[in-house]
């Protein structure tokens, strides 16, 4: 038995049985997935935002589409979708080349200050990427 919750598309009341969407809006996006693959059958060389425009399914949920592997872009060559993080337009993944760089160099540094502060704690110090024994 499911409990009740908010759909996170609508907000609406509705029973959970495990997709947090009520269904209505499942089948509003089913209806919304149709458009969009009949009109990629016709249209094979459109980018994403004429698609949107033309079967007026936002930009997120032709890229949940894509990323769900409803629609693919295999052999739709103009079709990409918004990096996640900064809007550039991509074919796989979450992030852009540069975005997933930055967001792995921010990884990095906060591994090596958790070790450089574990270090310390340890009574030694850390330097320039090296550990060193106090003396």
């Known amino acids: 038995m499911g409990n009740l919750a908010n759909c996170r598309r609508c907000g609406k009341l509705f029973v959970n049985v495990g997709k947090n969407i009520c269904p209505t809006c499942v089948q509003d996006i089913e209806e919304e997935y149709t458009r969009c ?4 059958r016709e249209n094979k060389l459109v980018n994403i935002y004429d698609l949107s425009d033309e079967t007026e399914v936002p930009v997120k949920q032709i890229s949940q589409f894509i990323r769900e592997g409803r629609i693919s872009i295999a052999g739709n060559p103009n079709l990409a979708y918004p990096c996640e993080a900064c809007g550039t337009l991509i074919r796989e993944g979450r992030l852009c080349n540069k975005c997933s760089e930055r967001l792995n160099k921010g990884i990095k540094q906060v591994l090596e200050e958790k070790i ?15 550990k060193k024994d106090k003396k």
């Open 116 to 130: 450089a502060e574990e270090d310390v704690q340890k009574g030694g110090y850390y330097q320039l990427g090296n």
């Open 37 to 40: 693959a009949e009109y990629l």
